[in-house]
């Protein structure tokens, strides 16, 4: 009988504790949905387009965050096992477990947390910290420059116990989730916009990628936002500024980065996110890099 992989182990000892747990691919990202769940509409079970936790018909880890699960049967299962054989580490879902992390991506952002924040428990991260907070509410990224909030839709590596006594979670960080206005009804939006920069080579004359490159993967991620149609377009744009931006890190620059953040804002604003929502989302996807590409 083959050996228990170590992040198998260090997930049935996770859920043994009441923590739903998922596994990670190389990249730290979650793998990928399997064929039913992927298709067009999705033919899957209880959890289809991440809206709710849950089994899945296909049984398999499908759905990021929502496939956290504590049932020890179904992280042993036949259709885990060849996941776990490939898995580099451990995700939970913190609004599973009645948690909120408060995810800390760099220096300046845990300065600000130390600050403004009431004392809890701590775990170091590659560049910052998670401050994790007994309670769960609504995740959303990019609430102010290098903090997000992970709990009820999202999921966050597994990284140790950390340390320090958990906190109750505090109205100050409740009071970061800027809620993003749905989608007007048909009609109701606005079909002209002021015209803004679009990308192109003469914004760029800095850039190592090819025209074609780098418009096919802003076109791609202006795309997963016309999608959010109900909500989350202001998160997407926040994730495909960063995505995009990381890009152009080795480049010489300039990239006209600003240029892509302004079609990014477009079209984020196309489905109704409020304008100073959709910049401040982008500004904050685009900042980590910006000052190296643009």
Not at 160 to 175: E, I, Y
Request: with cysteine; net charge positive; aromatic share 6%.
């Amino acid at each position: 009988m083959s050996a228990t992989p170590e992040t198998l182990r260090v997930a049935l000892a996770l859920a043994a504790a009441g923590v739903p747990v998922l596994p990670l691919r190389a990249g730290k990202v979650p793998f990928g949905n399997c064929r039913s769940c992927a298709g067009r509409p999705p033919r899957c079970g209880g959890r289809p387009n991440m809206k709710a936790a849950g089994p899945c018909r296909c049984q398999a880890p499908c759905h990021a965050w929502a496939a956290a699960t504590t049932d020890p049967h179904v992280l042993t299962s036949p259709v885990w096992a060849p996941v776990w054989r490939e898995a580099v580490a451990v995700a939970y879902h913190p609004g599973g477990a009645g948690l909120t992390v408060v995810d800390l991506d760099n220096a300046a952002a845990v300065a600000w947390a130390r600050e403004t924040l009431p004392a809890t428990r701590t775990v170091a991260t590659t560049r910052g910290e998670h401050w994790l907070y007994r309670g769960a509410m609504a995740s959303s990224n990019a609430v102010r420059p290098g903090v997000d909030i992970k709990s009820l839709t999202q999921y966050a590596r597994w990284l140790g116990p950390g340390t320090g006594r958990m906190a109750v979670l505090p109205v100050a960080v409740r009071a970061l989730i800027v809620k993003e206005d749905t989608t007007p009804a048909p009609g109701e939006v606005a079909s002209s916009f002021p015209v803004r920069a679009t990308w192109s080579r003469q914004v760029a004359t800095g850039c190592r990628h090819t025209e074609r490159y780098v418009r096919t993967g802003l076109e791609r991620g202006l795309a997963l936002i016309r999608a959010r149609t109900e909500s989350g377009a202001g998160s997407q744009a926040f994730g495909v500024a960063r995505f995009l931006a990381a890009q152009h890190t080795g480049c010489p620059g300039p990239c006209g980065l600003a240029a892509i953040g302004e079609e990014i804002v477009t079209a984020a604003v196309s489905v109704g996110v409020p304008e100073a929502y959709a910049r401040r989302a982008v500004a904050n996807g685009l900042e980590t890099t910006v000052e190296r590409a643009a």
